[in-house]
């Protein structure tokens, strides 16, 4: 039985990946649809952008909705200094022809997630946690309707990557975090610490190339733009595809190590905002909530995407 999915979004090149890698995995994943969440890009654009990347795929039939355009506390902080100005820059593609839906991101979440039976639909958040946060503020009974939130954010010893202390995703929006931690719901996190394990490499970009597919070419030339901006910033040899490790989680979990510790969000300093605090070493009796991840088998995370990305 595939696995029920929403993917809550704010793409993003590696965002674009990982919803092409659900959309190539028919056998493990069952994406129910798709909300976008202001972020990378404002949300006029990470809407745009979702539908963009589900028509690339021709899965035209995939609902995709605008949820929040602001986080639920403070201003929107974006990062086209990564992305560029439209959140996919690189190779342009048309605008969508499908159609945006008209219901609110928001109120699919918990229209879904209510009419789903308990345990039965896993939330997969790429950006901020707004939406997620959203719904289960206004909706508290659907709490126990998640099976699991598998999220990309965080980090521990990477530390920061929009300041010295946070991970953007975490960053943009803590408050939607910290309701989201808190939840109870089980949730696996895939931090920069994971992520930047999982670097493309020229020869994994020409991989993707060589496939001589139209989707092929696309995740080679969107990776190209998006490495420039890790590659200076880090002096690595490529740049980190964050967002599809948790698709690539959903079915290959193997493929992944980390640990179920506590993991709390700074919600009050100035200056560790949106930090995830980890607690990796066990050094309080703070009760687990979270499996933080912090390895990942990188030659078999490329070997899968490389396959499934063919088949578009």
């Not at 035209?60 to 100005?85: M, N, S, Y």
């Not at 990477?158 to 989201?180: L, S, W």
């Not at 607690?279 to 909530?289: E, F, I, S």
């Amino acid at each position: 039985m595939p696995r029920k999915i929403i993917i809550d979004t704010d793409p993003g090149q590696d965002d674009a990946v990982a919803i092409l890698l659900a959309l190539a995995s028919p056998e493990e994943i069952e994406v129910l649809g798709v909300t976008a969440v202001a972020g990378n890009v404002p949300l006029a654009l990470t809407q745009k952008n979702a539908r963009i990347v589900c028509e690339l795929a021709g899965h035209t039939h995939i609902p995709v909705f605008a949820g929040c355009d602001a986080p639920l506390a403070r201003k929107l902080v974006t990062a086209e200094h990564v992305h560029g100005k439209t959140g996919l820059d690189g190779p342009q593609l048309p605008d969508p022809t499908m159609p945006l839906q008209d219901k609110h991101g928001v109120d699919f979440i918990i229209d879904t997630l209510r009419q789903a039976p308990t345990g039965t639909v896993t939330l997969c958040p790429l950006g901020p946690l707004t939406n997620i946060a959203k719904a289960f503020l206004r909706a508290p009974d659907i709490v126990e309707k998640v099976a699991e939130i598998v999220l990309m954010g965080g980090a521990y010893f990477e530390v920061g990557n929009i300041t010295p202390a946070a991970e953007f995703n975490i960053y943009v929006d803590p408050q939607a975090a910290d309701i989201v931690f808190k939840s109870g719901i089980r949730i696996t996190v895939m931090p920069l610490d994971l992520t930047h394990k999982a670097l493309t490499t020229a020869e994994r970009v020409a991989t993707f190339r060589a496939m001589g597919t139209h989707v092929g070419k696309m995740v080679a030339e969107w990776t190209d733009f998006f490495e420039r901006f890790d590659k200076e910033k880090y002096g690595s040899e490529g740049a980190p595809l964050h967002d599809p490790c948790v698709i690539a989680y959903l079915i290959q979990p193997e493929l992944f190590q980390g640990r179920f510790v506590n993991v709390e969000i700074e919600t009050q300093s100035e200056l560790t905002l949106g930090m995830t605090v980890a607690d990796w070493w066990g050094v309080t009796n703070r009760a687990p909530n979270a499996t933080f991840m912090g390895d990942v088998d990188a030659a078999g995370f490329f070997a899968l995407l490389t396959e499934r990305i063919a088949r578009l």
